[in-house]
């Protein structure tokens, strides 16, 4: 079974560049997130969806980030315009069932630089 | 409030020594679950381990085993018999019946040498 794919693998924008990056879930798998990780933390949820419709985004900085996930598959997360302080890992997961604790499975990610 | 503390940032081993990694977490549901995620330097976070609240069984899978407490809020790992392919940066996490949302702790830096 193919796991989650994320591409790119890696960016370098200057500051107030848009960027975005790609996500396409597990086959079959309802809910997906994405997350941000800084250099020596864990991860931190931006967005959840559930098939196409989003179901917590209370973390995402909606000034300069938006998410969509089209048709309930894979999902898109832009950032413009892009600041220092967006340099970090973004990961994208996906889970089964929505309003569960299952597992999500985790992409590769995409290593944003910004200078 | 951090929901999920692992007090070892970096821990640095020889090769076959054992090493085990402190979780600990705090909630006030009942019903909550944890996790033990691996990312390698490849970035990707491996799924280890989901275990639920009501399901204190020690558990062993090849080399790693982990220690479930829920009088003291922990959730430790251990590795027996390390080898360098283990080293990675290891991530405590816990999801609480209230929204099912992953809360990560910081995560512990695990180096084995040679």
């Known amino acids: 079974e193919a796991g989650v794919a994320q591409s790119p693998r890696y960016k370098i924008i200057e500051k107030r560049q848009s960027v975005a990056f790609w996500c396409n879930p597990i086959?079959?798998?309802?809910?997906l997130y994405w997350y941000q990780q800084i250099l020596g933390q864990g991860p931190k949820l931006l967005i959840q969806?559930?098939?196409?419709?989003?179901?917590?985004d209370s973390q995402l900085p909606k000034d300069r980030f938006s998410a969509e996930r089209l048709k309930g598959v894979d999902s898109t997360l832009k950032i413009q315009p892009a600041k220092l302080e967006d340099s970090a890992v973004y990961l994208c997961?996906?889970?089964?069932?929505?309003?569960?604790?299952?597992?999500?499975?985790f992409g590769p990610g995409t290593r944003l630089l910004v200078l | 409030a951090q929901k999920v503390t692992q007090a070892q940032t970096e821990i640095s081993v020889v090769e076959k020594e054992d090493v085990t990694l402190d979780c600990v977490y705090e909630?006030?549901?009942?019903?909550?679950?944890l996790f033990w995620y691996k990312q390698p330097p490849s970035g990707e976070l491996v799924f280890l381990i989901r275990?639920?609240?009501?399901?204190?069984q020690n558990e062993i899978s090849g080399r790693y085993s982990w220690n479930f407490q829920k009088s003291t809020s922990s959730f430790n790992f251990t590795i027996t018999a390390s080898q360098v392919v283990d080293s990675a940066v290891y991530f405590c996490?816990?999801?609480?019946?209230?929204?099912?949302?992953?809360?990560f702790g910081a995560g512990t830096t695990v180096t084995v040498r040679a």
């Open positions: 086959s079959g798998h309802a809910t």
């Open positions: 275990r639920n609240s009501f399901d204190e």
């Open positions: 909630t006030r549901d009942t019903t909550y679950y």
């Open positions: 996490a816990l999801s609480e019946a209230a929204d099912y949302k992953l809360s």
């Open positions: 997961a996906s889970s089964p069932h929505p309003g569960t604790s299952e597992t999500q499975y």
């Open positions: 969806f559930q098939n196409n419709g989003v179901v917590d």
